[in-house]
C-alpha cells in the first residue's frame, strides 16, 4: 500500500518478551520491526540525501491468539488468520490501486499462486494456519465481514 504495508507473521512466545527501548518497554518482534524499518530509513536517506522518518513511529502488532474481538466473535485461530489472509491480498484491490491481487508489485499474491519461486513466504504455514490452497488460491475471495474489517482497520 502506498503509506502502510501489512505483514501476517507466525511467532513463538519468544516474539512477546519485553524489551526495554528507552523509557518503554515493547515486546521482542516489534522492536525488531521498528529496528527494520529504521535500519532501512537510515540507508534511503543516505543514498537520496534526505532525513527524516519514513515510517509513522509506532509499528502495530496484534496477536491473533490473544485478540479480544476474535475471542468475543467466538473465531478459530484458523478463520482469523484466513480473514487477516485474504484481507491483505485483496487490500490493494479493495483500494482500488489495482484490478486483480496479482497486478500489485508488493503482494507475496504471485508467490502463493505459483508465479515466482520466492522464498519469504511459508505455504506450509498458511496451510496450516490459512486455509491456503494453492489450487484454490487464484480464486481468492474476501471471505470478511464488516465486524472483521472494522477490527482489522482499527488502528491503522
Known sequence: MPD????????DERS??????????????????????????RIYNKRYRRSGSLFRQ??????????DWVIK?????EDYCSNCFSYIHENPVVAGLVKGAADWP?????????????????KALASKYCGYDE????????RTDESFLDEF????
Open 73 to 77: 466473535q467466538k473465531l478459530s485461530l
Open 4 to 11: 502502510h504495508f501489512h505483514l501476517l507473521v507466525y511467532t
Open 106 to 122: 508488493y503482494s507475496s499474491y504471485v508467490d502463493y499462486t505459483g508465479g515466482r519461486n520466492g522464498t519469504l513466504c511459508n
Open 135 to 142: 489450487r484454490n488460491f487464484i480464486n481468492l475471495k474476501r
Open 153 to 156: 482497520n482499527a488502528d491503522e
Open 16 to 41: 512477546c518478551i519485553l524489551k526495554k527501548q528507552g523509557g518503554l518497554e515493547i515486546e521482542s518482534l516489534t522492536n525488531g520491526i521498528r529496528k527494520l524499518l529504521s535500519g532501512y530509513a
Open 58 to 67: 509506532k509499528t502495530k502488532a496484534k496477536n491473533a491468539s490473544e485478540s
